[in-house]
Every structure is written in structure tokens, then in C-alpha cells.
């Protein structure tokens, strides 16, 4: 039912004429999030780095369509001009799904997490999204409680996401648990290991492979059939040859884990101060290797889309 939920948006939802159209018609749309954008990268480099996201996914045959809210709008497909205010501005606030309508109320500008854009992008009829890596449940999160709501979203939102597996600073056998607890279907893209991010293996299993779009198009066809209501990751790992250093990336860790507890960072802080901190401690290594795997997810994203359009129309 492309387009079905197009018609009764509110105004505070603003679906940009390409994305629209592309929908109405059935064609391959891919969501992106923004808080890779504005708090996941360091200025000034993301601003571009977010127009390569777009032309990957475009390189594949589908229109991409990043969702940020500007000045109190849900933009979905962001002009030149909001990309600008989403990777510059500093008064971006990153909003998760329970952020979402106090931004709105207040007309400020938000970059949407991966919980925060599945939501929105179901909302709108768009069936798959590119992202870096899933947030998960953060080590010592049994005495912390810090999970993020990337998992509890994707458990009740029926939309295909691509990305990396988890982030590694996060625990990622206790995520691994919580997705399956979650009914989140999990796919390893060319591989019988769950990817680590910066690593091509986090050490875990897959429960189950494909090695092409069109495996997975045949899995989200029969998932909308059945009517599946969670979501359905597709793991793509980066190649082993382009995995940042695992003894840099385990000293870099520790490190980055040790400054988080002395500087007391909490709640929606973690993520962006270890980001920040892989950044600066692995001498630009980690900024090569998550610009790598986002870019490699938004095309990977656009080739599942194209397929699933394809499969659809036939
Ligand atoms: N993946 C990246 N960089 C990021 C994020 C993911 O490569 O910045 C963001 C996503 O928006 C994700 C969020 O939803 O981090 C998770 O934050 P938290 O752990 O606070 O839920
Ligand atoms: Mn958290």
C-alpha cells in the first residue's frame, strides 16, 4: 500500500516532493537518520559526508530521504538548506521517539536516532533505512539500566534496517539477547557472523545468511504477508581488510569506557561522547571506518529497496 498513509499527515509532517512522489508510485525509498549526522561526526566534514550518504543510495537506483526536524517540522528528505542546519547548527537537539513531539511543540530543529527515524519512516509507508550502527545495551547496563530505545522501537516498527550490527562500545551479546527477546529478525549480509561495527566480527553467530538483495526482498515480502510487526536488520559487515586495527580498537575502548565513567556522562550522552572519543583517540582511523560503513549501508539499503520495488511490481 505505497502512499496509503500519505494523505492524512499532518502539517507538522512534511514529506519532500521526490520522497512523495517515489512512494506514490511504489518506487525504492530509503530513510536515513540524522543524529549520525549531527552527533555522530565531527564538523565540518559531516555536512558532505551526509550528501555522500544520499548519492549512495541514489548510485542504487532509490531516492534517499533523511528525517530531522527543522524548526518544529518533520522534514522527511532534507534540502541543502536543512542538511546545512542538521550538520551545523549547534542547536540540534538529538531526539529519540519520546523527544520527538517536544521539539515539534517548541519549533526547534532535532536529528532523528535510529529509533526516532524507523518510527517516522513506518509512519510514511518507507520500508527500508540505512544507518551506522544500531544503539543496544550499554555495558553494565544491569546496574545502569542504559539501553537504548533503538531496541524497543525496532521490536514494534515493521521496517527493514541496514547497518553494521551494534556498536562496539556497547555490550553486544546482552543486545543480541534483547533483539531476539524483541522478535527483531536478524540477517547477516554475506556472512555467518554478526558484524562489530569498526569490526568485521563481534565475536557472535548470525541465526540466519543471505548473500543478495533479492534474499532479502524475498524475506521482507513474505514478512509483510505474514504480517510481521517488528523490524528486520540486515547486518553488513565491513570487509576485514577495511576493519579498524582490533588492538587499537580495544585499547581505544578501555580508554574511551574509563573517561566516560570519570566524567560522569549519563542517558542520551554515552553514545556521542564515545563516538567523539573514538574519534580524537584512534587518530582519525574510526572516522575512515564509520564513514566506510555508512556509506557502504545507505548503498546496500538502496540495492534491497530497488529489489524490493522490483519484486513488488512484478
Ligand atoms: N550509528 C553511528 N553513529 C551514531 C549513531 C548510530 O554510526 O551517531 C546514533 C544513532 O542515531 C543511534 C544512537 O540511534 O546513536 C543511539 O544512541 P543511544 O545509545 O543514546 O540510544
Ligand atoms: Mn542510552
Redesign the pocket.
Known amino acids: 500500500m505505497p502512499g496509503a498513509t500519505l494523505d492524512d499527515l499532518p502539517d507538522r509532517i512534511e514529506v519532500a516532493p521526490e520522497v512523495a512522489d517515489a512512494l506514490r508510485s511504489g518506487g525504492p525509498v530509503v530513510a536515513l ?4 549526522i549531527s ?3 565531527p564538523r565540518p566534514s559531516n555536512l558532505d559526508v551526509a550528501r555522500q550518504i544520499e548519492g549512495a543510495v541514489r548510485a542504487h537506483g532509490a531516492v534517499p530521504a533523511t528525517i530531522a526536524i527543522v524548526d518544529g517540522t518533520i522534514r522527511i528528505g532534507l534540502d541543502e538548506a536543512a542538511l546545512a542546519i542538521v550538520a551545523g547548527s549547534d542547536d540540534v537537539v ?1 531526539a ?1 521517539v519520546r523527544d520527538v513531539a517536544v521539539i515539534v511543540a517548541r519549533s526547534g530543529h532535532g ?5 526516532s ?1 524507523a518510527e517516522l519512516a513506518a509512519r510514511v509507508g518507507i520500508g527500508v533505512f540505512a ?6 545495551v ?1 555495558r553494565g547496563a544491569s546496574d545502569t539500566f ?1 539501553e ?3 531496541l524497543t522501537t525496532l521490536g514494534s516498527t515493521p521496517i527493514t534496517v541496514v ?2 550490527g551494534v ?1 562496539s562500545i ?1 555490550d553486544v551479546p546482552a543486545t543480541l539477547e534483547r533483539l531476539e527477546t524483541l522478535n527483531v529478525t536478524v540477517l547477516g549480509y554475506g556472512t555467518d557472523r554478526f558484524p562489530g ?1 569498526y569490526l568485521a566480527d563481534s565475536g557472535h553467530g548470525v541465526p540466519h545468511r543471505v548473500d543478495t538483495p533479492e534474499e532479502v526482498a524475498a524475506v521482507i515480502a513474505a514478512r509483510a504477508a505474514i504480517g510481521s510487526t517488528a523490524a528486520l536488520l540486515v547486518a553488513n559487515p565491513l570487509p576485514v581488510s577495511r576493519q579498524v586495527d582490533p588492538a587499537l580498537h580495544d585499547r581505544v575502548l578501555t580508554a574511551g569506557l574509563d573517561a566516560a565513567t570519570a566524567a560522569g556522562v549519563r ?6 561522547f564515545l ?1 567523539a572519543h573514538f574519534h580524537e583517540a584512534s587518530g582519525g582511523e574510526s572516522l575512515r571506518a ?1 564513514t566506510e ?2 556509506l557502504a549501508n545507505a548503498a546496500l539499503a538502496g540495492r534491497i529497496a530497488s529489489a524490493s520495488a522490483a519484486a513488488a511490481a512484478a
Open positions: 537518520e540524522s543524529t549520525i552527533h555522530g561526526l538529538k529519540s536529528a532523528t536516532t535510529v529509533a527515524t544507518t551506522g550502527g544500531l544503539g543496544g550499554h542504559d537504548s530505545a533503538d547497518s553494521a556498536k556497547l561495527f542517558g542520551k550522552d554515552v553514545t556521542p563516538l564509520n560503513i555508512i
